[in-house]
């Protein structure tokens, strides 16, 4: 425990106390300290034992609960049958070190995306984008526009022309037109 890290009491009723800020918290409370990496103990009250990880587990099974879950059942029975076999030290350290690469990947290709969209905020960027596009859009636009127009003209001029050469062809046209 270094001298920063922020203490959570965890009382007999259940409720877990920040001494920091001075007022009860939730599970989701502490899902957010977690997301912003602030380093922090859940002490319980009653035997001073430090019971970090049983919240943290509470905090993910509530998470697995509701919405989009991480796990997958079969991920699960396998974590399970891990649990006392040989290996159990071994895979736990497979996975720590697997998300850490994982966080540290995840870290480089927001950086780069931070980097090539410039130091403003992603949607600032991609409205500047669209505001250098608008003009271009506008162009391709008025030109299929215009290419349509054009083209029904032409059809309906092609029509036109077709409609007159089949009337003039026609043995009836000349009948209406002495008839006149």
Do not use: C
Request: cysteine-free; hydrophobic content about 30%; overall charge neutral.
């Amino acid at each position: 425990m270094t001298e920063n890290t922020r203490i959570i009491k965890k009382y007999p009723n259940r409720r877990l106390y920040d001494t920091e800020v001075s007022r009860y918290i939730t599970l989701e409370n502490i899902r957010q300290l977690v997301i912003r990496g602030e380093d922090f103990q859940v002490i319980d009250k009653r035997s001073g034992e430090n019971i970090t990880r049983t919240i943290l587990l509470q905090v993910i099974s509530e998470q697995e609960e509701g919405g989009d879950p991480i796990f997958r059942t079969e991920v699960l029975r396998n974590i399970i049958r891990f649990y006392g076999d040989s290996m159990q030290s071994t895979f736990s350290s497979y996975l720590e070190l697997s998300l850490e690469f994982f966080s540290e990947q995840q870290h480089q290709f927001k950086e780069r995306m931070r980097r090539l969209l410039g130091a403003n905020n992603p949607l600032t960027a991609l409205r500047e984008l669209s505001q250098y596009q608008l003009p271009i859009w506008r162009s391709v636009r008025r030109e299929f526009l215009s290419n349509l127009t054009r083209r029904e003209k032409e059809e309906a001029t092609q029509k036109s022309l077709s409609e007159s050469e089949s009337r003039k062809a026609s043995p009836d046209s000349d009948e209406r037109s002495d008839d006149r």
